[in-house]
């Protein structure tokens, strides 16, 4: 059993990003944390190959900042880590990480399961799991809150989704590609082993040309970021009792055109 899981270093979320004055992203001096999201996929990667006997591989697409995301994921307990880099990669486009992703997956070549996070909370998304599973070929398996059962003999597993609905139980034959809730675990933290360990690995860095593979035209263009705009607030204390307080609200809701 082979399990390949995403990751990817992001800004923690209690860091205050803004657009400079020179039309950069910055978030200070806050460091990078491992993708939240991540945390989950990560935990489920480790349980899963061990279940079956195997082995967990992390991959991350991009420059060198996402080394600190796969070297938690070491310290975690993943046993390999491989970082995709190339000038033809495009940060901001789906398909392009989508098309390095496969490509990794492929050069592995003996990959059973490809696990990631719900989303990316850089980015906001999770098109481009959905697209990595279409370059695969593989069945997708989304909102996956709890695995089931895997049969590895047969080559199946069995999970259930959270959807809005409510709880959905399917069954797929593996390999598949899947992403995974919050609630499907409790990610463990670093051993003081781990993390020594971590800090010596030497990361491998694989490019398209090694992967086999050509990214399609950019379909993605940033043309400039901007600050949200301020947005000004009043409070106003009601006076009186419960009822009178209750009364004057509605009276200012309907002036308001609220109501």
């Not at 719900?118 to 398996?141: C, F, N, P």
């Not at 800090?199 to 086999?212: D, N, R, Y």
């Not at 009186?240 to 308001?256: D, F, R, S, Y």
């Amino acid at each position: 059993m082979h399990v390949v899981v995403f990751t990817r270093s992001t800004p923690d979320t209690a860091a205050k990003v803004v657009v400079d004055d020179n039309g950069n992203v910055t978030w200070g001096d806050a460091g990078l944390v491992v993708n939240p999201w991540d945390e989950y996929a990560l935990e489920e990667a480790i349980l899963q190959a061990k279940s079956g006997g195997g082995k967990a591989t992390v991959v991350a697409i991009g420059p060198e900042a996402h080394n600190d995301a796969l070297k938690h994921s070491l310290a975690m307990g993943l046993n390999e880590a491989v970082r995709v880099e190339d000038e033809a990669l495009d940060p901001f486009d789906s398909l392009h990480y989508a098309t390095a992703a496969a490509g990794a997956v492929n050069k592995m070549g003996d990959v059973d399961l490809v696990i990631f996070g719900k989303e990316s909370i850089d980015v906001g998304t999770d098109q481009h799991a959905y697209q990595t599973a279409r370059k695969l070929g593989w069945t997708m398996l989304s909102y996956v809150s709890r695995i089931l059962d895997v049969d590895y003999a047969a080559g199946t597993i069995r999970v259930e989704r959270m959807l809005e609905q409510g709880k959905q139980i399917v069954t797929s034959r593996l390999p598949a590609v899947m992403t995974v809730m919050k609630d499907i675990n409790e990610p463990r933290y670093p051993s003081f082993i781990g993390i020594r360990k971590a800090a010596k690995a030497q990361i491998p860095v694989w490019s398209l040309a090694e992967l086999g593979v050509d990214v399609p035209a950019k379909g993605v263009e940033i043309v400039a970021y901007k600050n949200l705009p301020v947005r000004e607030t009043e409070c106003e204390m009601l006076e009186g009792t419960p009822q009178e307080q209750a009364a004057a609200l509605v009276e200012k809701l309907l002036e308001e055109k609220v109501l």
